[in-house]
C-alpha cells in the first residue's frame, strides 16, 4: 500500500532506520506512537482509519514489535480503539466527548496562561513573541496547526508547572483527534493570530487574570467554530 503519512517528515523513520542496532524497542515505540500521533494532528490519519501493524513497521523502518507497543499505549490513551473485525482504528469521539474535552481544555488554558503570566521568563516571552510573529494567515491549515501546537506548548512551559503540563499534553492528544478543521476557516486564521498574541502580551505584562481571559476566550470562540464544522461534517462513526 502506499505510505501511511506521504510527504510527512520522515526524521524519525530515518532515525529509527540509522539507529536499528542500538535503539531499544521503547525507544522505537515511541518514536512509532509520536509518528502516528503527528499523522492525527495532521489530518493524514483519520477517524476510523484502520491501523495495520506490518505497514506502519514499514513505513517507519521497524519491526512489528515497536509498533505493537505503540499501539497498545495509543489503546490506553483512547487515541486508538479496536473496533470489531476491522481491528485497530484510529478512534472516533462522541459528540458528548468533544463537549467534555472542550470544557475541561478551556479551564486548563487559562490555569496555564494564568501560571505563565506569574513564572514566565524573558527566554519564555522571547520564544511566545516569536511564534506569534511567524503567524500569517496566508499560511496553509497544516502550517498554522503546527504553529499553534508550538505556542501552545511554549505557554505550558511558561507556566512552570510539570503535572499540569502533562495533563495539557493528555488533552492535547485527544484533540489531535479533531484534525485541522478550525484553520480550514479562512477567517478563523487571522483572528486565532490576534487572540494568541492577546494571550502571550497579557503574559508579557505578568496580568494573570488577562492572560486566564484571554485563553478562556481563545478556546471558546475556537470551540464555537468547532461544534458548528461538526454539525456540517461529523468526524464520528
Ligand atoms: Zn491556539
Known sequence: ???????ADDAAAHGAEADDGKRRHGARADLVREAIKTGIREGRLRAGQRLREADLAEWLGVSRTPVREALKT?????????VG???LVIASLSARDVAELYTVWA????????????????????????????????LDAAELGRLNHQLHQAIYDAAHNAFLHRALDAIDDSLAL????TYSVPARRAEAGLEHRAIVEAIARHDPQQAANAALTHIQTSEKLRL??????????
Open 74 to 82: 495509543l489503546e490506553a490513551q483512547g487515541l486508538v480503539a479496536t
Open 228 to 237: 458548528s464544522l461538526l454539525a456540517e461534517s461529523p468526524p464520528f462513526l
Open 85 to 87: 473485525r476491522e481491528g
Open 107 to 138: 479551564d486548563m488554558e487559562a490555569l496555564a496562561a494564568r501560571y505563565a503570566a506569574e513564572n514566565a521568563r524573558p527566554s519564555d516571552i522571547k520564544l511566545m513573541l516569536a511564534i506569534c510573529d511567524k503567524w500569517d494567515e496566508k
Open 1 to 7: 500500500m502506499d505510505h501511511l503519512f506521504p510527504g
Open 178 to 181: 479533531l484534525g485541522l478543521h
